[in-house]
């Protein structure tokens, strides 16, 4: 791209805007989602927990998560990247010589995936973590975890070099967010009354379904920008086709997901639960997240029906046997599912299996153990879980003080 004229470049940064737009988006669909699955006592709670982690998570990646992640020549080795900040980044700093895009657009477009994984610790670990170790936890989830294992694979580490591939970041971001929400669930423990005595599940209802499918659907329509947008291109023919098959599959992926694991549902349960159907469309995006571009349409949606399937079981086993207890399922979607997509990439490409599940393995145990040490000391320190008062009479009332629906009977 050497010889890129102005007017390609001005394309390729708008597209790139675009899609950033689009996957800040998603902002508004977990925070729906999750608000829609907890009980009324705590949306406004998780309202704020979304707020307020995708402004620490802008703000971090500014200050240092985006130089972590892309140092370029500054990378120590292939395994510690250098550090610095991008908070003098501004029209002065930047040229065409960056690449194809303008260095503000990569740095748009990349930040909201940051807020993304974030996002997924925060439907996890609902109706029971303070906010206070919450936004602790997430200047050091989106300011140091999360680059350091960007910079493996999407900043030219030893992941890259391995032949890891990661298109999206089934990996990289769903994996990474559910690694850390898996953490502190198991840090923080069940909610007050979720098992019986005898161990069994108790079912929590959510507090607004339909707003959670609306945060499903919004999710759905920015991962549009999530897929479409990681080509990071659309200035020749091969960058516009390659961008249209990513949206046929990233919809058809999302389709199967939402089929799958209806008929799971219906097949083992005789109910059509619609938040399987919810976690399956999430599932059906998080499958084909890792390799958009490279499938047929049937494939794709082919990978999305293993993955609804997979959300089902995942659901129903990580609650009923090892008592792990995630009120939106957000550890399955993305976490299970994650390492799935990964794995699929290999089902449409030449990538070797090995690198695959190196990578998974790699993503999942630096980001659950670097996020168990601190969410450890945290708890230790100050204490990460509301009071079992606070956790019974409603998050909203301990902590933030408005009620969600306050005109409700």
């Known amino acids: 791209r050497k010889n890129m004229s102005e ?25 729906m989602l999750e608000a829609g699955l907890v009980r009324r006592k705590n949306a406004s709670t998780i309202v704020t927990k979304n707020f307020g982690l995708f402004s620490i998570a802008c703000v971090m990646y500014l200050v240092c998560g985006f130089y972590i992640m892309y140092p370029g020549d ?28 303008s260095e503000a657009s990569d740095f748009f477009f990349q930040v909201v995936f940051v807020a993304t994984a974030m996002s997924i610790v925060s439907g996890a670990v609902a109706e029971r973590m303070k906010l206070m170790p ?4 997430a200047i050091v989830l989106t300011g140091f975890i999360y680059p350091v294992q960007g910079y493996w694979k999407w900043g030219g580490g030893f992941l890259d ?48 379904i339909p707003i959670a499918g609306l945060g499903a659907l919004i999710l759905w329509l920015g991962w549009f920008g999530f897929n479409g947008g990681s080509q990071l ?38 109910k059509v639960d619609v938040t399987m159907a919810i976690n399956g469309a999430i ?28 959300v089902f079981f995942s659901v129903t086993y990580l609650d009923k046997m090892f008592k792990i207890d ?17 794995v699929a990439v290999c089902l449409s490409t030449d990538v070797a299996l090995s690198a695959q599940i190196i990578g998974a393995m790699t993503i999942f145990v630096w980001t659950f153990v670097v996020s168990g040490l601190v969410l450890y000391v945290l708890d230790k320190a100050v204490g990460i879980r509301a009071s079992e008062a606070d956790e019974i009479a409603g998050l909203d009332q301990a902590e933030i003080g ?8």
């Open 74 to 101: 500054n990378a120590i080795s292939s395994l510690i990247p250098g550090f610095g900040t991008t908070l003098g980044l501004g029209i002065s700093s930047q040229d065409m010589s960056y690449g194809s895009y």
């Open 326 to 342: 995630d009120p939106v399922g957000a550890i399955s979607a993305h976490g299970v599912v994650g390492i799935w997509g990964i």
């Open 283 to 310: 599932a059906g995006l998080v499958s084909i997240t890792a390799a958009p571009d490279t499938p047929t349409g049937g494939l794709a949606t082919l990978i999305g029906v293993i993955g609804g399937v997979i």
């Open 402 to 409: 408005v009620e969600s629906y306050a005109d409700a009977e």
């Open 134 to 137: 919450f936004f602790f936890f």
């Open 7 to 31: 007017l390609e470049f001005a394309l390729n940064t708008f597209y790139l805007l675009m899609s950033g737009a689009l996957v800040m988006w998603m902002a508004a669909g977990f925070t």
């Open 161 to 208: 070099a391995l032949g890891y591939a990661d298109f999206a970041g089934s990996g990289v971001v769903h994996l990474c967010g559910a690694a850390a929400a898996l953490a502190a669930v198991l840090i923080l423990g069940p909610r007050t009354g979720k098992y019986a005595e005898d161990g069994s599940s108790k079912a929590i209802p959510g507090s607004n």
């Open 233 to 270: 291109a659309v200035n020749t023919a091969s960058d516009a086709i390659a961008v249209g098959q990513v949206f046929l599959n990233t919809n058809a992926s999302a389709a199967g997901g939402v089929l799958g694991a209806m008929a799971a549902a219906r097949l083992f349960t005789g």
